[in-house]
């Protein structure tokens, strides 16, 4: 409570533009801005295998549906066109040949794996 009169008394100015998860303090007209400002991790594209894709429909031209994406040897995980993955992967472009996703605005091409030990007995 006494924060709040603090800093009603010297009239700090809160951001006008809230979002449902918090307040926005900076927007950027283009992401390689904000990049040059925090700087860019760079990732390894081995660390990503496409285990499946499911084409449900055709959209002006473009192909509808998910893939299944497998990130650093975890379970893969069921991505629909235009959702993320972490560690921020997002899912752009499906084809019955492959997949492309975008990482930090920098395109990444995945064909489909196929693992040759599966459905052998040991």
């Known amino acids: 409570m006494s924060a709040y009169w603090v800093m009603r008394i010297a009239q700090v100015s809160f951001p006008s533009t809230m979002s449902g998860k918090g307040v926005l303090f900076y927007k950027s007209g283009s992401d390689q801005a904000v990049r040059s ?13 496409l285990r499946g894709v499911v084409i449900t429909g055709n959209d002006g031209g473009a192909n509808q549906g998910m893939a299944l994406i497998e990130v650093d040897g975890k379970p893969a995980e069921a991505v629909s066109v235009g959702e993320m993955v972490p560690p921020g992967i997002r899912l752009e472009k499906i084809s019955p040949e492959g997949v492309v996703v975008t990482y930090q605005g920098k395109e990444i091409g995945l064909q489909q794996s196929f693992d040759s030990t599966a459905g052998k007995s040991q």
Request: no cysteine; proline share 0%.
């Open 37 to 49: 400002l925090f700087g860019e991790k760079s990732f390894d594209a081995s660390r990503l295998v």
